[in-house]
């Protein structure tokens, strides 16, 4: 399965065409550990990027699964 990492800045971001929207950069992993580690890269360089990660068909992967996943603790 194949993986999508969007990141860019907030308002192009805020679109549901991100990969249409300029300003939004986009890279593709083969495995959903890759573009978890992507994902946490683009956030420790500049926490005001915003970053999204699709899979395969397209569904964004979110929530407090993925904040763990990255290495974050909710309180």
């Known amino acids: 399965m194949t993986y999508r990492v ?3 800045d ?3 971001m805020a679109s549901r065409e991100l990969h249409q929207q300029e300003g939004v950069r ?3 992993f083969s495995t959903e550990h890759e573009a978890l580690n992507r994902a ?3 956030l420790e360089e500049d926490e005001r990027t915003i970053v999204a990660i699709h899979d395969a068909a397209g569904n964004e ?3 407090v699964r993925l904040q763990l996943r990255l290495g974050y603790c909710c309180e």
């Open 61 to 63: 992967v979110s929530g």
């Open 10 to 12: 907030a308002l192009p």
């Open 6 to 8: 969007f990141y860019g």
């Open 26 to 28: 986009h890279e593709r």
């Open 40 to 42: 946490r890269e683009l």
